[in-house]
């Protein structure tokens, strides 16, 4: 059975910068697509970015692009999404999901994490 581990969340001023990570496990990372969503309170779920499993193909939330990264390195089985200029409207619940199919912003990734907090404060 595949798991999904996020880490990285945590508590930052707003302007400041995070790297959230996603572990996964039972299965060969390479062969994951994997993409990240947020959820605030009281909001919708919400696409953050995407990267396919060759590290190629990326899909970025527009409104996010400039303050978003994500990255793979697959010889070291670690994927990555670096957030800068957080602004507290970032503060959400963060979840990685993957799937062995390339969903870019659609929700149909089958595997999911547990999610790491992310608050901004101003």
């Known amino acids: 059975q595949v798991q999904l581990v996020e880490s990285g969340g945590g508590s930052v001023q707003a302007g400041g910068s995070l790297r959230l990570s996603c572990a996964t496990s039972?299965?060969?990372?390479?062969?994951?697509?994997v993409a990240w969503f947020r959820q605030a309170p009281g909001k919708a779920r919400q696409f953050v970015a995407a990267?396919?499993?060759?590290?190629?193909?990326?899909t970025i939330l527009g409104a996010l692009e400039g303050r978003i990264t994500i990255s793979r390195d697959n010889a070291k089985n670690t994927q990555d999404l670096r957030m800068n200029s957080l602004k507290p409207e970032d503060t959400a619940e963060y979840y990685c999901?993957?799937?062995?199919?390339?969903?870019?912003?659609?929700?149909?990734?089958?595997?999911w994490g547990q999610g790491t907090q992310v608050t901004v404060s101003s």
């Open positions: 999901a993957a799937s062995k199919e390339y969903y870019g912003p659609a929700e149909e990734y089958e595997y």
């Open positions: 039972g299965g060969t990372f390479s062969d994951f697509a």
């Open positions: 990267i396919d499993w060759t590290g190629r193909r990326t």
